[in-house]
């Protein structure tokens, strides 16, 4: 059975930082493009970050280039968000999502992936 599994949010301080991490079970990370996505309730699905094992890093949306780093830990099967000088725009329903590629392609980052993590709440306050 395919399953991300997203874990890390939480209630946190603006300017502060926090790790979210994607665990990935019934397949191998290393053939697939990552792309972590987040959503605020009401407002459209924003793709944030997409990460390959080919390219690494090769998408950062301008909101949070310079804040955000995403790295991927093949051995382990998990890819990471790390998340520092977090505003209260940040805040939002995290989620991670795979699909079969050696490249990341715009159609990714707007939502075209195969398998989807349930998604974790990270919450900044002023």
């Known amino acids: 059975e395919v399953r991300l599994v997203e874990s890390g949010g939480g209630l946190v301080q603006a300017g502060r930082s926090l790790l979210l991490s994607c665990a990935a079970s019934?397949?191998?990370?290393?053939?697939?493009?990552i792309v972590w996505f987040r959503q605020v309730p009401g407002k459209e699905r924003e793709g944030i970050i997409c990460?390959?094992?080919?390219?690494?890093?090769?998408y950062y949306a301008d909101s949070v280039k310079g804040r955000f780093t995403a790295s991927r830990d093949n051995a382990e099967n998990t890819v990471y968000l790390q998340m520092n000088s977090l505003k209260p725009d940040d805040t939002a329903v995290y989620y991670c999502?795979?699909?079969?590629?050696?490249?990341?392609?715009?159609?990714?980052?707007?939502?075209?992936?195969?398998?989807w993590g349930k998604g974790t709440v990270v919450t900044v306050s002023q």
């Open positions: 990460t390959s094992s080919t390219d690494g890093s090769s």
């Open positions: 999502a795979a699909t079969r590629s050696w490249y990341c392609q715009a159609t990714m980052i707007r939502g075209d992936m195969d398998y």
């Open positions: 019934g397949f191998t990370l290393d053939d697939y493009v």
